[in-house]
């Protein structure tokens, strides 16, 4: 059956594959872009406001969750860090690279998801490059 957790996971491995084969195309053309996946964290937002019984969960949970400031620190790392213009297709956490899940280094579901993607939005960058 259907699981929002499950699904959830789903979309960051897909987040994962996508950056992987991202960075195999911008290097195949050598342009001088970098892509790295970001993890922010359980962070304590107000996505959830509207729901009042997911809304006094998180209530509870803001003693152990991060503010939107901390979940985001990774990502302004990697915007604006000295030394990381040439590091790509990396997955970082607490502005550390860490290891992925060994699905999410398999180079053909990379690929297999850059088709569907190619597919489903009519978009290929070798022919934006062209």
């Known amino acids: 059956g259907y699981s929002r957790l499950g699904h959830y996971s789903y979309s960051k491995l897909a987040n994962l594959l996508f950056v992987k084969a991202l960075d195999r195309r911008l290097r195949e053309f050598q342009l001088n872009i970098t892509v790295n996946a970001a993890q922010p964290g359980a962070c304590s937002t107000e996505m959830f406001r509207y729901n009042p019984v997911v809304n006094l969960l998180m209530i509870l949970a803001r003693v152990v969750c ?49 088709a569907k993607s190619v597919e489903f939005t009519g978009v290929d960058l070798k022919a934006v490059m062209n």
Do not use: C, H
Not at 76 to 96: H, M, N, R, T, W
């Open 66 to 114: 991060r503010t939107p400031l901390v979940g985001a620190m990774t990502s302004i790392y990697l915007a604006l860090a000295p030394g990381l213009e040439k590091v790509s297709g990396e997955y970082f956490f607490d502005q550390i690279p860490r290891t992925v899940n060994p699905i999410a280094a398999d180079e053909q579901a990379q690929e297999l998801l850059w």
